[in-house]
C-alpha cells in the first residue's frame, strides 16, 4: 500500500509527458531554411503568366493590398468576429515580404497554413480552400509573385485579444476544421465541370463568402453555399437555396462573372465587385467552368421563376406599401428603373433583383447609400448614391416600399437598423480608406503569407 501514492504519482507524471508531447506534435512545425531570392529571369514567363491568372482567380490582390499600398503589399485590416487580422507582405521583399520563401515553404503556407518560419497563420487566409491546390498551380503562384517588384513593407500588428493573440491555439483550430484531403475528381461529371469545382472550392474559395460559418469561424460543411457574410455585405446562397428570382443559369453566370453585371440579375457589388474585376483577365475556360460548376450546384429552375411570369407577375402586382417608400421610388428611382433605356442609364427591372428578394436587406442599403459607381473604359451600369441626399429613415422606408411592391417575400424587419449599420460601415471605410497609417509593427508578421 505504501506504493500506491508513488505509483500514481507516476501516471501521472507519464500522462502529463505524453500530453505535453501530443500537445508539442500538434503544435510545433520546424522552419524552413531562408534563401537567396531568386532573379526573376529564373522563372519560366509561360509560368509567369500561369500564375498571374491564378492570383485573379484567387483574388490575392484584393486581401493583399491596402487601398492606398502597392500590390501585394499587405497591410488590409480583415474584421473577424474576434478582431482585425491585418494581410501580410507577398511581395519578394527579402525582409518583409516572401523573399526568401523557398517554393517548399510557400507550398507549405497554401496547404497547411504554417509560415516559413514555422508559425500558424490565421485562417483569414483561406488554406482551408488552398489545400485543394496543386502542386502545378502552387508552382505558378510562386513563380508570378517572386517575380513582382518588391516591397518593403511590415505589417500592422493584429488586434485580438487574448488566447487568439497566440498562433499556437491556430493548430486547435486546424485539428477540429482542416480537412486534409485534397480535391478529387468526380468521374461522372465532365471535365468542364471538374475544372469549375476544382477552382470554386481551391483557389477561388467561393465558400470562405458563401456560407455560413459556426461560433469558431469555420465553415458548416453542411450548409455549403447557403449563405454568408463579407464586409457587411450578404453572400447570397449559390445552392438551391438561391433566393434570385429568375435563377441563375450557366450562361448568365458567365457573363455575370466576366463582366460584372447581367440584365435579369443585377450589377455586382461590395467584395464580389473586386472578383468580377479580376475574372474579367482570366481566360474564357476558367470563367466558364465556374458558371457551369455553379449553375449544377444551384438545382433545377422551378416554372414559376420563369423570367416572363416573374414580370408578369410584378407588372400585375398592386401598387401597395409604404407610401413614403413609393413617392421616394416614383421620384428617385423610376425613370431609370422603368425606362427600359439601355446601359449606362437603364437600371435593372427590380422585379428581378436578388438584392429586393433576399432575405437580408443589407445588400440594397449598401447599393442605395453608395451607388454604383462608372467603371473607367466600359458601358456598365452606373446609379447614383443617396447617402447624402436621404435619412435613414427615408432610406428604411423605400427599402421596405421596393420589398413589399416587387417581390413575392416576406417584408423584412429592422430595416431602419440595417440602413444605419450600413452608413456607418460606409463612413468608417471611407475615413480608415488608406488603411492603418499608424499602427505598430508586427515582427512576428514579417515572414508570413
Request: charged share 20%; net charge negative; proline share 9%.
Amino acid at each position: 500500500m505504501a506504493g500506491s501514492p508513488r505509483i500514481i504519482a507516476s501516471i501521472v507524471v507519464v500522462a502529463l509527458v505524453v500530453g505535453a508531447a501530443a500537445v508539442f506534435a500538434i503544435v510545433w512545425r520546424p522552419a524552413i531554411d531562408a534563401i537567396e531570392p531568386p532573379s526573376p529571369e529564373t522563372f519560366d514567363p509561360a509560368v509567369v503568366k500561369r500564375g498571374r491568372e491564378l492570383a485573379a482567380l484567387g483574388n490575392c490582390n484584393s486581401c493583399h493590398t491596402r487601398r492606398d499600398g502597392q500590390d501585394f503589399a499587405g497591410g488590409l485590416p480583415v474584421p473577424t468576429p474576434f478582431g482585425v487580422v491585418f494581410s501580410s507582405n507577398i511581395t519578394p521583399d527579402p525582409e518583409t515580404g516572401i523573399g526568401r520563401w523557398s517554393e517548399s515553404a510557400f507550398r507549405r503556407a497554401m496547404s497547411t497554413g504554417v509560415n516559413r518560419a514555422g508559425q500558424h497563420l490565421y485562417p483569414t487566409f483561406p488554406y482551408d480552400h488552398f489545400t485543394n491546390v496543386t502542386d502545378e498551380d502552387d508552382r505558378a503562384l510562386y513563380a508570378f509573385l517572386m517575380t513582382r517588384p518588391p516591397v518593403h513593407a511590415v505589417a500592422p500588428r493584429n488586434e485580438l485579444a487574448f488566447p487568439l493573440d497566440q498562433r499556437p491555439v491556430i493548430a486547435g483550430w486546424k485539428l477540429l476544421f482542416l480537412r486534409r484531403e485534397t480535391f478529387q475528381p468526380d468521374p461522372a461529371k465532365s471535365a468542364e465541370w471538374n475544372h469549375g469545382a476544382y477552382l470554386v472550392d481551391g483557389l477561388a474559395h467561393c465558400g470562405a463568402c458563401h456560407t455560413p460559418r459556426n461560433a469558431l469561424g469555420a465553415e458548416r460543411v453542411s450548409a455549403q453555399f447557403a449563405g454568408g457574410e463579407a464586409d457587411n455585405w450578404h453572400a447570397y446562397a449559390l445552392n438551391d437555396r438561391a433566393h434570385a428570382p429568375v435563377p441563375w443559369n450557366a450562361e448568365s453566370l458567365y457573363v455575370y462573372l466576366r463582366n460584372g453585371w447581367h440584365p435579369d440579375h443585377g450589377t455586382a457589388r461590395g467584395p464580389m465587385a473586386e472578383v468580377v474585376s479580376n475574372l474579367s483577365t482570366v481566360p474564357d475556360r476558367d470563367v466558364r467552368a465556374i458558371a457551369n460548376y455553379m449553375a449544377d450546384i444551384s438545382g433545377a429552375a422551378k416554372p414559376e421563376r420563369d423570367r416572363g411570369a416573374v414580370l408578369a407577375q410584378a407588372e400585375s402586382a398592386p401598387a401597395q406599401g409604404d407610401p413614403t417608400g413609393a413617392a421616394i421610388y416614383a421620384a428617385a428611382c423610376a425613370s431609370c428603373h422603368e425606362s427600359d433605356r439601355p446601359l449606362p442609364y437603364g437600371g435593372v427591372n427590380l422585379a428581378l433583383s436578388t438584392a429586393v428578394t433576399s432575405p437580408d436587406p443589407r445588400n440594397l442599403a449598401n447599393i442605395v447609400l453608395a451607388g454604383v459607381p462608372a467603371v473607367a473604359g466600359e458601358r456598365s451600369p452606373i446609379m447614383p448614391g443617396f447617402a447624402d441626399s436621404m435619412t435613414d429613415a427615408q432610406v428604411a422606408s423605400l427599402l421596405n416600399y421596393l420589398r413589399v411592391r416587387f417581390s413575392k417575400e416576406q417584408p423584412w424587419t429592422g430595416v431602419e437598423k440595417t440602413v444605419a449599420d450600413a452608413r456607418r460601415t460606409q463612413t468608417a471605410l471611407l475615413q480608415t480608406s488608406a488603411g492603418p497609417r499608424n499602427a505598430p509593427a508586427d515582427p512576428s508578421q514579417r515572414d508570413q503569407p
